[in-house]
């Protein structure tokens, strides 16, 4: 099967439930692994230091799976790659709990990077692959609402089961099995790629700035957002729990409003859309320290903000998909997978920064971020 061409009407209903399926596992394994970890650690008697080496540890191999993803995926596939990878995934999550040695826990999480890019990246391929142009946005729409239950399931996974001895870390294994078997049903069909001709990440940033800043602006703010935004509200004189649930009210509005955005997506211009959208977001979080004074004030926003925060990495998704086809595609995407780690990683430091500063930081880092974004779509025409 060429990566143009489509399965049957009912394969290609069941190849998209697979490609779902995929997506909800890397974020539902990234969200529950990235704290079970760290309070397992923790328990131990483990260093902030030493916690925070074993997370980087995630990051090298997403790192080193970047690099070597795009030959692979010439040579075994895009089926045979993910079912690896969540085999990998499902064995690493159960080997934690299993090896007492804390220092073999260092290249078990390297193993939980290298099959979390895979899903990623192949996941996202997969499911332009399944997409025409009228409907690549709601498509790329669906499959980031996936990616935000997935990590919405984590941590409410870990409310009901504990954090407490294994089974967190079985319910991981069990579900990403589950994926797997789903994947491997004889009548899903996966997309064929060849080898892309470019191997080198600088290509990509040379022809696709705006999509990948559009991935390091994501993961930022994202990241931040999780880490700060409970506490940017409790230092404002909010409740614990009700400063918890605008976490919670920022991805449910991250997972319903992607799909009016993706048909949107498809029936208008999307430079002109992700210029709206992040123009949206950056207003939104300027509103902020005005919203916080009332609850309902601030579930309406963040709930809006949410969505076309989220919207905005939708969008340029679909436009990747518009722009780059077969083995090229992987091979953005595999950069794409690069540059998010690196804005997971700068997000929080940027915005734990900006609130030593102000106490308003979180918001002024959101609304600089996207509105310097919002600035360089309107000023850079190449890849939207």
């Not at 099967?1 to 489509?6: E, G, K, N, Y």
């Not at 007492?100 to 499911?127: D, H, K, M, Q």
């Not at 499959?143 to 319910?171: K, N, Q, W």
């Not at 915005?351 to 919002?374: I, K, R, S, T």
């Amino acid at each position: 099967m060429s990566d143009t061409a489509l399965p049957p009407a009912s394969g290609h209903l069941l190849s998209r439930a697979a490609v779902i399926a995929t997506a909800m596992t890397f974020g539902l394994t990234y969200s529950l692994s990235a704290a079970l970890i760290a309070l397992d650690l923790a328990e131990r008697g483990m260093s902030e230091a030493l916690i925070g080496t074993n997370a980087a540890m995630h990051a090298v191999g997403v790192l080193a799976t970047a690099v070597v993803l795009p030959r692979l995926v010439g040579v075994f596939g895009v089926r045979g790659l993910i079912l690896s990878s969540l085999v990998l995934a499902a064995a690493t999550m159960m080997a934690f709990p299993l090896i007492p040695l804390v220092w073999l826990w260092f290249p078990l999480r390297f193993f939980l990077g290298a099959a979390s890019e895979a899903l990623f990246v192949l996941s996202e391929t997969w499911i332009n692959s399944l997409s025409t142009e009228q409907t690549r946005a709601r498509a790329m729409a669906a499959y980031t609402a996936a990616l935000s239950v997935g990590f919405a399931l984590g941590p409410l996974i870990l409310s009901i089961v504990g954090t407490g001895g294994a089974t967190g870390y079985m319910v991981g294994s069990v579900l990403a099995l589950v994926a797997a078997c789903f994947v491997a049903s004889p009548r899903i069909t996966a997309p064929k790629f060849e080898e892309p001709s470019h191997a080198s990440p600088l290509h990509y940033m040379r022809i696709a700035p705006i999509a990948l800043s559009a991935t390091v602006l994501n993961a930022a703010i994202e990241a931040a957002g999780l880490s700060f935004l409970a506490i940017y509200a409790i230092n404002l004189g909010w409740p614990e729990t009700d400063a918890t649930r605008l976490i919670t009210c920022m991805m449910v509005g991250a997972i319903l409003l992607q799909l009016p955005i993706g048909w949107l997506g498809d029936t208008m211009n999307r430079r002109t859309l992700v210029i709206a959208l992040a123009t949206i977001a950056a207003a939104g979080a300027l509103l902020w320290p005005f919203a916080l004074g009332s609850f309902w004030a601030s579930y309406t926003l963040l709930f809006v903000w949410g969505g076309a925060f989220v919207g905005i990495y939708t969008i340029m998704l679909t436009v990747v998909g518009s722009r780059f086809k077969g083995g090229e595609l992987v091979g953005i995407y595999a950069v794409m997978g690069l540059t998010w780690g690196g804005g997971a990683l700068i997000g929080p430091l940027a915005a734990g920064l900006a609130m030593q500063v102000f106490v308003h930081g979180l918001a002024y880092f959101c609304a600089f971020a996207l509105g310097a974004f919002a600035l360089a779509v309107l000023l850079l025409k190449r890849d939207t």
